[in-house]
């Protein structure tokens, strides 16, 4: 049995802190391989990277995810109870509760209420002298995500909401001030969800049916129990929070266009090259680091020993930018998409494997559909300038945006 090679610092977590997106990848290269064992958060971690990890991590029940996902991310980005940390059939079961919201009819009514939003602000866009797109984007996402979830949101919530939002995918990651913000935003985003659950139960709230509020709090388990409320507002909060932060894919979009102009031409009108432009975005751009889980019974695999009970990051970005699997890793080329299938195992900026079975994000097909819109957007309804301004995407910030936030000026609706 060959040993996993090993970093020998007593604890990672800063370095982790320090080198974000690049931790993993790195420390694969400097052991020669995509495998490297180390400490972090003062427990033991089995670190992976490429397609044949991803096809152990996402296969046959070698994994389990209770209690894998480190507890500072837990309390302010995922919550305690939801869906990410349940195994076998009580997830099969919540994640098919989750999945059934996921229809083309319902993408489809969140994307014309996107657009919808996109519609209305183009014209106080017009009126504005400069747009920071970033903001933007989180109010429009948090008004369209709470009405195609039958959240009640009056105009005078959205900025406070989407803030609470913004603040608890900026927790997770993050030390001191961002972290404290985002445990507050989770506590005040789940009294919120969980009182509105209750009416919803109680008959004074008309939710209507089919939406997401109605479903959760209507939800019974195999035993017909129905959810308590506060894992009933964690998933819905499951729902609202990662609408939102598709803000930051599309930021990146506006970026690829900026940065690769002649997309902007080949994306009009044409949907094949709108779906590669996106899946190179979501390749591309640092978004979702690492994924966790723990070994649930020691097996072996290529040599290696995994014991039970072991933490296991699979490095997320560090697949997608693996190179061999993606010639060319680190140039931003759409064209890698054009007429082909990606790989459930390669391509995994929100996890791998299948949806129904397996922990890979609810919220895919969403994501999708939503960028693609906001690139026709950006592309065949409006023109606009960009300013100089910091565009530079560090991969040492978890979660990554470029700092100016995306600023744009001149806009006008396309002719
Ligand atoms: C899970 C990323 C958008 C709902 C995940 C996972 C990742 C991820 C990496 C975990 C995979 C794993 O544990 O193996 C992202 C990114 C998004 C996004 C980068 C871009 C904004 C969404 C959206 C929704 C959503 C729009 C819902 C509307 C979920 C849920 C899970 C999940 C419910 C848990 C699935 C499970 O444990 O079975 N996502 N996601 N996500 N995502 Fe997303
Ligand atoms: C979501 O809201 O669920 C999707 C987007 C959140 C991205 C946040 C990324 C930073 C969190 C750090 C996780 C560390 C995993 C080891």
Redesign the pocket.
């Known amino acids: 049995m060959a040993s996993i090679p090993t970093d020998r610092s007593p604890d990672s977590s800063l370095a982790l802190l320090r080198e974000g997106y690049r931790f993993i990848g790195a420390r694969c290269d400097r052991h020669g391989g995509d495998i490297f064992q180390t400490r972090l958060l003062l427990r033991r971690t089995i670190c992976l990277r490429g397609r044949d990890a991803a096809t152990l991590f996402y296969g046959a029940d070698r994994f389990a995810r209770a209690g894998a ?2 507890l500072r ?1 837990q309390r302010t ?2 919550g305690r109870g939801g869906v990410q940390g349940l195994d076998d059939a009580a997830h099969r079961e919540r994640k098919a509760m989750l999945m059934s919201l996921m229809t083309p009819t319902a993408i489809r009514h969140l994307g014309r209420l996107f657009d919808d939003e996109w519609a209305a602000r183009l014209s106080r866009w017009e009126q504005a002298g400069t747009v920071v797109l970033y903001p933007e984007l989180g109010r429009m996402l948090t008004r369209a995500v709470c009405a195609w979830a039958g959240v009640p949101l009056t105009d005078a919530q959205v900025d406070r909401r989407t803030a609470d939002l913004h603040a ?3 927790g ?2 993050s030390v001191g001030p961002g972290h404290w913000r985002g445990l507050l935003a989770r506590r005040r985003g789940e009294r919120w969800l969980a009182e509105l659950v209750d009416r919803t139960r109680r008959g004074t709230l008309p939710a209507p049916i089919g939406s997401a509020l109605r479903v959760i709090a209507e939800h019974r388990d195999e035993q017909g129990r129905v959810l308590p409320r506060g894992i009933a507002a964690v998933e819905l909060l ?1 729902l609202l ?2 609408t ?2 598709i803000d ?1 894919f599309i930021v990146f979009a506006a970026l690829a266009l900026h940065d690769h102009p002649a997309w902007r031409q080949r994306v009009r009108d044409d949907d094949t090259a709108t779906e590669s432009l996106v899946q190179e975005v979501r390749r591309y751009y640092p ?6 889980a723990r070994v649930r019974r020691s097996f072996d695999w290529r040599g290696y020993h995994f014991p039970q009970g072991r933490r296991v ?1 699979l490095d997320l970005y560090g697949t997608n930018h693996h190179p061999a699997l993606w010639p060319e890793p680190e140039r931003f080329r759409p064209e890698r998409f054009d007429g082909h299938r990606p790989n459930p195992f390669g391509l995994i900026p929100q996890g791998g494997g299948e949806h129904a079975t397996g922990h890979r ?1 609810a919220g895919e097909w969403i994501t999708i559909e939503l960028m693609k819109r906001a690139v026709t957007n950006l592309t065949s309804r409006m023109r606009y300038d960009v300013p100089p301004q910091d565009l530079a995407v560090s991969l040492r910030r ?2 990554a945006l470029p700092p100016s936030g995306f600023v744009i000026t001149g806009v006008r609706r396309a002719a």
């Open positions: 996902m480190p991310v980005l995922t608890m995918i900026g997770g990651a499951n929070r990662p939102v932060a930051r978004f979702f680091p690492a994924a966790a990051l994000c978890m979660p």
